[in-house]
Nanobody, 123 residues
Framework: VQLQASGGGLLQAGDSLRLSCAAS????????MGWFRQAPGKEREFVAS????????YVKNSVKGRFTISRDNAKNTVYLQMNALKPEDTAVYFC?????????????????WGQGTLVTVSS
């Protein structure tokens, strides 16, 4: 499956942003989807994941209450709504797909990765 993330940009602390990731090449609803991020000089980390149906989601504790993951299987797209952004949210955000029914926080479960979209949050 090919993944194309979009929506990144330069923002100020407190702003909101929605990332989108369009999938193609395979049946989108066959995959659990996830978002990871990698800040400069840091390892890639899990952000959020959603099950194939969209019925189950999991969000990293540090962004819980600010970030929401959702998907539209009719549009083959997964979203990451990010509110109340902080400078520490600055990172390249990657969308991922796992041939699994349920969500996962484990990077190795994800077989497909998009190219990433840069989110920069200034104070």
């Amino acid at each position: 499956v090919q993944l194309q993330a979009s929506g990144g940009g330069l923002l100020q602390a407190g702003d909101s942003l929605r990332l989108s990731c369009a999938a193609s090449g395979r049946t989108f609803s066959d995959f659990a989807m996830g978002w990871f991020r990698q800040a400069p000089g840091k390892e890639r980390e899990f952000v959020a994941s959603i099950s194939r149906s969209g019925g189950n989601t999991y969000v990293k504790n540090s962004v819980k209450g600010r970030f929401t993951i959702s998907r539209d299987n009719a549009k083959n797209t997964v979203y990451l709504q990010m509110n109340a952004l902080k400078p520490e949210d600055t990172a390249v955000y990657f969308c991922t797909a796992a041939p699994s029914s349920d969500y996962s926080t484990i990077p190795s479960r994800y077989d497909y990765w998009g190219q990433g979209t840069l989110v920069t949050v200034s104070s």
